[in-house]
């Protein structure tokens, strides 16, 4: 991204004329209002910025970017952003994306764009249900859920993203919740700062069909119980006096209360490690926001990107072969003169 | 015969007979260099001056165990002194390479046509793969026919011993000594393809050598054997004056994107998930990276429409290709793509369906597919290739209609264009159109970009990409009001943007050259054809009227919108005729438009029509 | 006016007038419980004898904020004292909780016709959400109608203040006060309304007391301050005999899956991604376990056919339904069910289109996608329902076909059936024929099970399941050699299958009732229709009819293949009129296959036909 | 499956008449006998087995096996098996799939599958190439693959489909080989015995367009330093001295020389460990068929399978209210009559 002068935006540069429509009391308002802070923040020309989108309740952010931005079809948004990344590498992209949107219909995509490490930054926002249509469960939903479409309860295991978005090889994980704005806004530029895809899941309130399915992290006296800060370079205890710390054991991180364990044996974040075991332990401290739950960068490493590696070779083949010509190419099989 | 010099100096005694034209076909297995052989003498005959045209038959997906049936690798061409149309329908001469390439090809060859055996694969196990009980060589099998038996193996063996290859890479030399033996036959020139095997083999001498070695033993086979009485020449055809190539259609589309990109000044975007018979494009033009090409291998046919939607949306020139069941992944992609109206090509080579259906084989049944093939009313332009060479020109005027018109373009090949090869007079890359279309640059509706504002001519919104100051905008599938593109459930909106949608499409009938009909002013029938179908229609075309029956033919590269004048060329003739290799597609969207009792000749064997069926069907409508 | 007894036993002295129909809409904000009202006087009109139609419109897919325009949700419903057969072109009633309400139906209101006003809610913030500059009560725009003003936000409260209700939970109530009112209006007996209330919330009496305290508060508001000079009193219509249940489309699709699973002795499997409109079918459905039913809500609609497709092969009554962008998903699976003869029902909910279009608004535009969707010639029938009841005679339909000729079947509905309700007469269960099919038990190939292997009449094939001893067979997309299903690449085996396909499919035509005119036998212009625009095209044939024009009405049931009369039928009158919601499908089905020049009266607004706009376009083109 | 009578079947029992079409040397020969063999030791009646697969050379398998079986259409076998073994719990259903078919165009049905835990075994045959098409490369091609498609080179990540299955909540993850047919026939039996979602990846050699992919794992010298065999309860170790172990150093699995470490910190392999971390962490150890690599049963652990708790839904509905009654149900909607 060329940025060539300074510049200065605010919050109300990123607002377009268009109307919000999510529920009144919806964790996507809160959302949008720390994406567009950051925005002004990030630091990229407005004309360098996209925003892609499937389909969903969610889905409708684009329209509230003044960028460019897509809306387009169902679970297709990092297939269609990683045709604008792969061409266009000067441009920061962004998706965004739903629970079904991402893990439902579009669960192909995302795992190949992580796979590739496409420079996306994919927000995921999981409110643990189908909003825009109505109120079915998701695959994120608890099992046991009680939906339009489950009337005796669900009987699908639900995803947890972090780990499959680990498992898909993914560089960049993080986790974050709507209502904490500057935590959001932190990741938010951690994603940004990372070269190639960047997957955030945004735990978020969807207050008409599933109210309150993140009580647990968001609750008053909920919350400090039950969050789990990850810090790069520091030990992982959590709790109002920090009572309760990270251990991995035998390969897998537990938590044990802190007075139980030497300080040296509590587990120190390491975003950077280059093996992502141990963020996927920590990513299975809980499944879904029930009980301690990790919140922050789980990992963030280096690895060549798609789109960097596309272009290289153009330049490459260019330096080889030199720019194109039509006619050569025409006659590179072979041919004869006819008079 | 080892001996390593040429013979061809030694006076030729043999009958030396010019004809106009011959069918050739190879036959062996997967494994015996069919196709290679198949394409040498094509290129052999094409730089000789010959009109030719090619239609290879590859096994089925799977490779067969060798020796058996469906592990036949099949290639003919009809060399010609004056311009051809198809690979011929029947070979005058077949090369079998084995007992089951004799098997599966014997019944297409000519009576009294010449079969070239090589008698060392007939022994009894091969005999069974194939399901002979007896030996074809000996029971009378052949006797309808002219057999020159060559214990192949012995030959090459000993044509290659001193070139350093040896055990099972011995016998791989056997396609070019069969080779060789038709050079000898058609009295081929055979430097052509010894500069060519040079060339190829560059790297690995003993190779070279042996294949040189073998194809020369092979023609000297013939010349001190006299292994026929009469040697073959046909003499070159009255060619248009130019530079040639022998292409086949997936080169030559692919080439056509490259063309269409470099006169659109765009780069060329290419995403797309391997499928027969359309993988050659993505392989081709993930060689042309120093023309800017990127080729980007999708995880499925959803992400590759997909990744094509962005390119396009970031200003690339945007293609993805595929088949059938491919192209059936992609119906909800392009109606997004009908709806943000971004140009975009959509290549469907395709195959026999339904379902994975035969995938080696061609079909033209998806044409209402690509016509209807979408939920929604969501009309785009589709155009079809006729021919290996055409699909060049088609290719690059779908790239014009996407550009000019801010819309998807279906682009229809199928496996029998897209492997099928001809002699391409060169086009001069000079002399094509330019074909940009620029980017927005500015904004017209104070302060806000307006997508949907249109060309009062061509009903195309503006085109603006990520990166222009002050065009922030967003687009979206649901339904958008006209002119802002914001979101509009207005019904009188959705009513304006459906006829808008449809009448941007309807009008590039005004774009577009009269479809011309070529044959009798006073035909009693009009053949109306598109695709591949073309060679077989023409050549049918030309044999009834040379009976002296008056006929005329269309051949139509552009099937929706339909050409201006196809109404008034379809009404003036008594009797229209509409060959397809499918169920009557073309003959349902002319029948609808037009009302005319136009009747259907009608195919779906996984093969091209025979010339003869078209002219046999004219006649019996003329008769009738 | 919070006095809880009914007034209704005082004498009433407005003047009670005694109409044959009236169509009332109920307009507020989504939150305003506009679906509950419009369907508890439909049900209450209902049990009262009155015949009824009823055209529910959504707030598109996102939820809007309270109060603007694209929140407004609304419920139209026609009551007659004879048999009508649709919602009716124009409200003669309009309820407006709100200005954007108000704003958004206005236009649509009959000169002259009556506003009952919730005033409370036109202050100015909702005004001004509303577009509103002033208010429209008072300066004029309402001038060409009756208002009702109405306090009604105070009332409710007032009415409900004894219930325990509380803070917010208080002015839910008030859609039940304009319930009341119009019950009083039209003299609606109040305890349908009251039981029903006390059945619903029976759980939260407080809530249950506050409703029914608001809904006398409103018939008590109307009557004793007489709001109206004249109450009206719409007569019991004379309807055959029998049982009757108010039902929507989607209600009824679900239950004919449930018969037709009952009636061919067949487990249901119902595999779905949940999409506006077709969502409920996957809710109804997934409520009766108990009839064995089993729905699996798959990860995307790939899968959900998917699903269904091994559904089938394992032996269950399989169904996969989806709308258009779905329906583009699925296309492939389809025609992998198409070519290994299974038998499968996939239901096709129409929306607005393309891409994401307006999902809430209906549309007729996949007809011809349903035909072609497809690559290869992948011939299914099609069936499309035409009102919510003949959603369930349809499915039923579907089902028998799919079952009898072992093939997946194209269920069509749109949003207008799906949504919509009428009045349907029960059918007595026991009188629905058994549509079983036996399953293969024993091989007839000495040994070798042979799955292709057809029934001489239906030419279907038979239906071996896992499980049956000494029937193990593989099927396969690729092309299958008739009899023994092994997969063949010959090129006369594929068009024997290809014609054996089409043929199976064509054949249906002998198994179908010949299509029925209704109307004169000298009209002087058919009309030809499918699908949901059946009412309006009945209504409009009607009111011609009555003009003393001669015309008829023909409505396809079965669109692929067509009913085997429907060349005779069309060819029989000088003009043919196919009025649909699309630009043209239909017609361009009925113009290739019969060559008449039928016309066409297309819309493609996401909104019905109004039953002048049939009735104008009839009289058009008699006059011409 | 109910067994009446003692089968006696032998592989001859599993061939079809139809002629096995791979290319002669192909690893699927290999396979095909391994899993013939296995299922007639495995105890289930012919009829009661069903294959199903996609489309690849891989997928041509279920023609040659003398069971029912579907050859359908590419990627979609988890999703038309689901609907088998969903609705027909009492039959044995596998599916055959490869590296394109299960991880490219299929990665969203095989993920969900998983997730689920429908009960299915899925072969993953790997042969990092798609070979039905000649030869383009695969999400599991090492990166820099040149191939038809990639002339410079692939300039994508490959997936780990063992982490990528882990990752999707997979409750039976295996890894085997072609050539190795008794391991290949043990981890069939324990996937036949694991009630629900069981995901086998077979490294299988494509002798035309990847031949030697799997060298470090089949050549006679590499063989024995880089095969690490998983065997439960036991200490990991490898090579021909058993000189290489393999421990868990915060939660990362290493491969460290087996004098350096105290033989209690070797890692004693836990197939059932409640936590995927540990099976995640061997899976770690090679990216590809590359240096070391775990061979065996990374996991196997009981939770609820799909097909039971939806089949007990039905069981319990019918409990609950009774089996359907039809004219009641067209009832149910509150019904008025007219004489
Ligand atoms: C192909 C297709 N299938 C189904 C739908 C219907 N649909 C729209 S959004 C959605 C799911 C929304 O859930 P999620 O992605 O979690 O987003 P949310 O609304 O909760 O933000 C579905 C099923 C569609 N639009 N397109
Ligand atoms: C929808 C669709 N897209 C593409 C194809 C072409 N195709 C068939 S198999 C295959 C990949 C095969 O690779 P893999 O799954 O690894 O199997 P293998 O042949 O290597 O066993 C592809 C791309 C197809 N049949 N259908
Ligand atoms: S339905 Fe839920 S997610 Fe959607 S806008 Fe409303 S509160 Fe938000
Ligand atoms: S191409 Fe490769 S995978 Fe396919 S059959 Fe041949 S050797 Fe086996
Ligand atoms: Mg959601
Ligand atoms: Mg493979």
Redesign the pocket.
Known sequence: MSETTTLSYTRADFQTDQEVRWCPGCG?YTILASVQTFMAEMGVRRQDIVFVS??????RFPYYMNTYGMHS???RAPAIATGIAATRPELSVWVV??????L??GGNHLIHALRRNVNLKILL???Q?????KG?Y?PTSESGKVTKSTPMGSVDHPFNPVSLALGAEASFVARTLDMDRPHTIEVLKRAHQHKGAAFIEIY?N?NV?NDKAFLQLTGKTERELNRIALRHGERVVFGPDSQHAVVMEQGAAKVVPTNSVPADRIYVHDEHAPDPTVAFALSRISHGPYGPTPLGIFRDAERPTYDSGLNQQLVDAQTRKGPGDLAKLLRSLGTWEVE | MSDDTLTKDRPDLSNRETIDRVVIRFAGDSGDGMQVAGNRFTDDSAVFGNDLATLPSFPAEIRAPAGTLPGVSSFQVQIAAFDILTAGDQPDVLVAMNPAALKDNLADLRPGGTIIINTEAFEPRNLEKAGYQTSPIDDGTLEPYLVIEVPMETLTKEAVKESGVSGRDVLRSKNFFALGLLAWLFNRPLETTISWIEEKFGRKPEVAAANIAAYKSGYNFGFTTEAMKTTYEVLPAQLSPGTYTNITGNTALAWGLVAGAQQSRLPLFYGSYPITPASDILHELSKHKNFGVRTFQAEDEIAAVGSAIGASFAGNLAVTGTSGPGLALKS?GISLAVSLELPMVIVDVQRAGPATGMPTKPEQSDLLFAMYGRHGESPLPVVAAATPSDAFDTTFEAVRLALKYMTPVLLLSDNHIANGSEPWRLPDVSDLPDISVPFATTSVGNGHFLPYLRDPETFARPWAIPGTPGLEHRLGGLEKEEVTGNISYDPANHQLMTDVRAWKIASIANDIPPVEVDGDDDAEVLVLGWGSTYGAIKAGMRRVRRRGIPVAAAHLRHLNPFPANLGEVVRSVPRVLVPELNTGQLLRLVRAEFLVDAVGLNKVAGTPFQVTEIDDKIVEMVER
């Open positions: 996507d499937g389909i969903g309740c969610s889905s079809i169902h679970g994306t739903g629970d079904g949107d991402a439902s219909i926002f999981n409110n249900i189908y909003g825009l249509t079915q998701s978020q969807c069909f | 909800e």
